[in-house]
């Protein structure tokens, strides 16, 4: 059994999930949002996310991170703010020694939902679906734990090839 943490990275917010993979089985454990105050100067919003990302770390003590890639944006300074925080989310399990992997938009959706293209509502649908009892406050959240069930069956098909699975 594994616990994943996936992270949706955003200065505003920040959005997490935190689920239990045994097997096939995928299990909800918690989400929601860490927003540090936006009239902070840019180093203390960076701090106060790193500080919310540490503290989810330490009471949840997941095994793996998963987090979204960067995808391009048409405002240059919005890219920019966005890889800040983006920066702060993969460092902050890699400094307590958690393995972090990393997944484009669109294979997040394809694993979740079966096209790259499905909306935003139709992921928070899915993972409704396949996370009974979850409870979504922000889009950020459901994209959180869209990312960890992501990772899982990421994760599920690398475990088997390494144990020698080949598809007849």
Known sequence: MTRILGIDPGLRHTGWGMVHSEGSTLRHLGCGIIS???TLPMAERLMALHRGLAALLAEWQPDEAAIENTYVNRNPA???KLGQAR??????????????????AMEVKRAVVGTGAAAKEQVADMVRRLLPGARLARADA???LAIAICHTHH????????????PA
């Open 36 to 38: 540090p105050d936006d």
């Open 78 to 80: 919005a890219a920019l």
């Open 87 to 104: 920066g702060i989310a993969l460092l902050a399990p890699a400094l307590v020694g958690i393995p972090v992997a990393e997944y484009q």
């Open 142 to 144: 459901a994209d959180a």
């Open 155 to 166: 994760r599920a098909t690398r475990l088997a090839l390494a144990r020698g699975y080949v």
